[in-house]
Structures are given as C-alpha cells and as structure tokens.
C-alpha cells in the first residue's frame, strides 16, 4: 500500500508525525506533498482572520502543491490530507477526482468549534463563522473517510455540524514515543512539584489551575509551574501577581524536542479543566505524552478521557473545578504507592495500546477498508 499525505500541514504536529511515523513502521510507503503554512505557529486560530498577506501565501502554496503533485509524486492508492486540511481539501478532492483516488480527510477538530466557539476570536453571528462552519461540512462532505480523535468528538460532528452520513473513523493521537520516554533527573526531595505545559487557551482551563494553587499557597512544599504561551497569558500573569501566588512559576515556550526532559523534573503533570463542550470531547496531547514518559497526570474527569482511560488506574481525575482539582493534588502528594502504581499502569496502556506502531497499524486498517 501506497499513500501520498497532502497538504500545508504542520509536519511537527504529533497528529501528523504520529502517522506519518506509524504507516512507514507498518510497511506503508508514504510520499509527502508538503508545502509549509502552519509551522512555528502557536495561535493557528488567528490565520483564520485571513489577512491580505495570509490569502496571499495560501495561494501560492497550493499552486506549489500542485506543482509538486503532478510532478514529483510518484504512483499511490489513497491521498490523506493532514490537520490543519481545512483549506487544502478543494485541491485534494480535485486530484482525487480526476485520479480516481479515495480520499481520507484528518481534521483532529472542528474549525467552528475551536476558533469561534472555544478560543472565541469572532462572533457566532458573523461571516467568518459561517465560513468556519461551511468550511467543517465540506471538508467533511468531500471526503470518503474522516479521522476523528473522540467517538464524543464524532457525535458533535454528526449532531451539531449536521453530518450523519459521513464515514468517520475513531483514532486516538498518542505520542511520538522518539520523543517522549521516561527520563531520570534531580528533584528537590522536599517539594511535591505539579506542573502543566501547553497552550494559554479557555479549552485548557488553567484560571482554575491558578485558583487551586491559591488554595494550596500555605502547603509550602507543593510547587506549581506553568509553561506556555497563548491568549490567555496576560491574563494569567495578572492573576498570579495579584494573588501574590509565591507557589506559581511561568516558563515561556519551549522547544518541542526538549519537553521529555522538562516534564521528567515534575510530581504530577495537569491535563486541562475547562468548561466547555469541547473539553468533555477531547483527550488532549499532553495526556499521551504523560503516559509516555511514565508521569502520573490529573485532569478533568470527561465523556472523552473514559472513552480510553481508567481513573485511578491509568489516570487521576476530578471534578474540574478550584477546590476539587485541590483536593486531588492534596491525595496524590500523600498517596506515594498509588502515585507510583498509576504511573507504571498508564506507560503500560500507552505502549499496549497508543505506540506509533499499534496506531499506524489501526490507520493501515482503515485505509484498506476505505
């Protein structure tokens, strides 16, 4: 079997990596027609304001996808569009039309749902929602299979996006396990040390995070720290400062090669907490690369973390909200045995269930029954 994986995706995203890696450690030969849009961008939703010089580029990187494809790609049975597709889905149904090709269409989520419902940069009334939606439905309708992350995910796509008769397929994301691995560093043997690395957004619900390390500022040996950027940065700064919150440091970004290393210095790694729909519908990366390196982690306990994971047994949970999330971080500290035991629990699932090579096998299935 023989794929061309299609787009302006962000190569470095584990969405992308993860199957790129896994089809090619599954003996799929895969060919790349890649022209980068995306890379090095930490807030992708704004893009989607589409400025003059955005469109501009747009173009100019799908005539060189096209370029590329007629040219330089050699013979192939199915053509997967990588996350962020979106955009790049019209060109790819146009070549697979006229090649006589199955296409798979990976979008991870919902560009309604994260740049207008969940990050909120435009209105749900404007033009550039209808854009959003209009975008999610025809990506979908153009496409003989769709890659979805959650089964709740794919319910949101049939029920709110009014997509029943769709063919949507349930791949979990995983981690890059070349990447991510258990790694041995100094600690501080006196302080229980929790710390969360991702993006600055509502999804994530990190002002509760801020709220429970209030709440445990007099409990001296538990040490947040906070890594990352994004729109919501400001704002937490100004929280922390205000709350004189000693207990709570921020790190800025970090290189993505360096974040095995980064996690191995924590206690406990946070999931996210946020309100959401779209946080009961996701497992976020962060939860797989936990359970890569072998780190317990606490998160909201949701429909989508059930879907694959055990509280208790692979995974902390709790109620997303200051006091319990608190109240958690409390029993973890205290509870050495079952910290440990859930850790081991959660790094055997991931290499049971979510490695590279047991996720592209899952990907191969699917494209030989498209």
Not at 44 to 52: L, V
Not at 253 to 266: D, G, R, T, V
Request: charged share 25%; aromatic share 12%.
């Amino acid at each position: 079997m023989s794929v061309c994986y299609f787009g302006t995706y962000e190569r470095s995203y584990p969405r992308n990596s993860i199957f790129l890696e896994g089809l090619r450690r599954n003996a799929v030969t895969v060919f790349e027609c890649h022209v980068p849009l995306w890379e090095k961008t930490v807030t992708k939703g704004e893009k989607f304001g589409f400025s003059i010089t955005f469109i501009l580029r747009f173009f100019i990187a799908q005539f060189r996808l096209l370029f590329r494809y007629v040219f330089f790609i050699p013979k192939h049975d199915i053509i997967i569009v990588g996350y962020i597709g979106h955009l790049d889905i019209f060109l790819a149904k146009m070549i697979a039309f006229f090649g006589r090709k199955k296409l798979v269409f990976n979008p991870l989520v919902s560009l309604f749902d994260t740049v207008i419902i969940d990050r909120g940069y435009f209105t749900t009334s404007s033009l550039k929602a209808r854009l959003m939606r209009f975008l999610d439905r025809s990506a979908c309708k153009m496409s003989d299979v769709v890659l979805l992350d959650t089964e709740a995910h794919i319910q949101y796509f049939r029920n709110e996006l009014d997509l029943p008769n769709i063919n949507f397929k349930r791949l979990f994301v995983g981690a890059d396990d070349r990447l991510f691995s258990p790694e041995q560093t100094e600690k501080p043997k006196n302080n229980f040390h929790v710390m969360f690395i991702g993006k600055f957004i509502p999804l994530h619900g990190i002002e509760k995070i801020i709220e429970s390390a209030g709440i445990l500022k007099s409990e001296t040996d538990i040490i947040f720290t906070l890594v990352g950027l994004g729109q919501l940065r400001p704002e937490i700064e100004k929280k922390i400062n205000e709350q004189g919150l000693d207990n709570v440091r921020l790190v800025d970004w970090i290189p993505y090669n360096q974040l095995s290393q980064k996690m191995a210095e924590a206690d406990l790694l946070l999931g996210i907490f946020g309100d959401s729909d779209k946080a009961k519908r996701v497992i976020p990366n962060k939860l797989f690369q936990t359970l890569a390196v072998g780190k317990p982690s606490l998160t909201a306990d949701t429909p989508a973390i059930r879907e694959l994971l055990i509280p208790d047994e692979h995974i902390f949970t709790s109620e997303p909200t200051p006091d319990k999330i608190a109240e958690k971080i409390r029993f973890i500290r205290t509870h050495e045995k079952t910290r440990c035991m859930v850790s081991i629990n959660g790094h055997k699932f991931f290499h049971e269930k979510l490695s590279i090579e047991k996720l592209g096998a899952e990907l191969k299935t699917i494209l030989k029954d498209a």
